[in-house]
């Protein structure tokens, strides 16, 4: 399938659009967005868990292979008759009067060896044959778990870098607007402008501050989030890295939608497959089964306790034991009808999913298509703002705008090339969704 490799220049071209700031187009040391998530896939708790559902499928199939092949065991009894049973033996059998027999010995020592081996029965053999969906599903667990990671790792990862963002143009403005205050402070003594003006500056100063205090909390709930999400202690320090490349909007990949690519579409098929086995089984009841039995061993009987543990006697048998089913009172057939009736609401029910998946993916190509053409307009945008930005800075040098004027152009200029950067952040996410409800999550990080 193709993929996208489109998403490793994502926080790359981000930067490029920041160089014109000055103080914010510098690398900064820190983790990538793919060394995020090779950290959340060594450390995050569902990783683990997964691995433990793989090792959990291995041994049910070592459980289902144990049940054909031969069973052995071993049992020994040793018995004090604290009192015999006794019997009556009528008169004029053995005499006149009645007799009394004692049955039995005080003291009995048994011990037996048992061995069997099923030749025949089709229920456990489907039950070995159930091993290999069994274990496919634990795998697909395992890749829907490291696709979730790296979905909710990206996600995260692209929210702290807006809000970094957000936070370095809301101290650049204060700035600004601090030295338009300082300004506006003299003309103000100076008699040259009314009070009213440097307090509506300061005003918006202050909104300005309110707004930087909200951007710092916001940042530190997403860098919390994202070290949750990479299975990071909280108390961990975490910074991203940022680098500086051309600015290029990345071009829509239009790989067509295939739902089998899809991990819950392989697990939903994963578990029809068992169910059908499991129909199979229960049918394979109306089978008859036949196994080889063995057993020997050897036993005393003794009056005293010493000479019980001598003088054993042995014993043994070999055989074949067939059980034909006849008659259960149309349990079994009960039984075929209901997970009969199972297998097929899973059938609708997949049909369903797949109309549900290629939904998702058609909206999910909608959205990328509007972030595109948002961020194509954002950017025009930008470059109109920069033009504003060129001409009256040329002639506030003439005398024409005052430093206000300027300083407004500057800070529109740099709020569209924030907006820009929502737009982008708002394109690679609906990238993201696009690439989840296709399937191709894990291609998206191997290209990182």
Request: glycine content about 6%; hydrophobic content about 35%.
């Amino acid at each position: 399938m193709k993929t996208n490799n489109l998403f490793p220049t994502f926080l790359l071209a981000l930067s490029a659009l920041l160089l014109p700031l000055g103080s914010q187009a510098q690398d900064t040391a820190g983790k990538s967005l793919k060394e995020c998530i090779e950290y959340g896939l060594k450390n995050f708790g569902t990783v683990r868990i997964a691995q433990y559902k793989v090792e959990t499928a291995n041994q049910q199939g070592r459980e289902a292979l144990s049940k054909y092949l031969p069973q052995a065991s071993a049992t020994g009894t040793f018995t004090n008759n604290i009192k015999l049973q006794q019997s009556v033996i009528p008169a004029g059998i053995f005499g006149p009067e009645p007799q009394i027999l004692v049955i039995g010995s005080k003291f009995q020592n048994n011990v037996v060896a048992q061995a069997s081996q099923t030749i025949f029965d089709q229920s456990l053999l489907l039950g070995i044959k159930a091993n290999k969906p069994n274990q496919q599903l634990a795998e697909l667990n395992t890749r829907q778990t490291r696709e979730d990671i790296v979905y909710n790792i990206a996600s995260n990862y692209y929210q702290v870098y807006v809000a970094q963002q957000q936070i370095g143009l809301l101290k650049d403005n204060m700035k600004r607007t601090q030295q338009v205050l300082d300004v506006l402070k003299l003309q103000r003594d100076n008699g040259v402008i009314q009070t009213i003006d440097y307090t509506n500056t300061e005003v918006t100063y202050n909104n300005t501050r309110s707004q930087l205090s909200l951007a710092e909390n916001d940042l530190n709930i997403a860098l919390n989030r994202l070290k949750y999400q990479m299975g990071m202690s909280q108390d961990a320090e975490l910074t991203l890295a940022d680098s500086v490349v051309s600015d290029q909007l990345p071009v829509v990949d239009n790989t067509p939608f295939e739902a089998k690519s899809l991990v819950s579409f392989q697990q939903a098929a994963s578990n029809l497959d068992l169910q059908k086995i499991q129909l199979q089984r229960i049918r394979a009841g109306y089978l008859p089964t036949l196994s080889f039995t063995a057993n020997y061993g050897a036993l005393t009987n003794a009056r005293t306790l010493g000479d019980a543990f001598v003088s054993f006697k042995g014993f043994g048998a070999v055989g074949l034991k067939l059980n034909i089913p006849i008659f259960d009172g149309f349990q079994r057939d009960a039984q075929v009808q209901q997970q009969r009736l199972t297998v097929l609401t899973q059938e609708e029910q997949q049909k369903l999913n797949t109309a549900s998946y290629r939904l998702q993916f058609s909206n999910a190509v909608s959205q990328v298509q509007r972030a595109q053409t948002n961020a194509q307009n954002d950017r025009r945008t930008v470059e109109l703002a920069q033009n504003v930005y060129d001409i009256t800075t040329l002639q506030y040098k003439q005398g024409v705008k005052t430093l206000t004027d300027l300083l407004n152009a500057d800070t529109s200029y740099r709020q569209a090339q924030f907006n820009y950067v929502n737009s982008l952040i708002s394109f690679y996410t609906a990238q993201l969704d696009r690439q989840q409800a296709q399937g191709t999550l894990l291609d998206f990080y191997t290209g990182l």
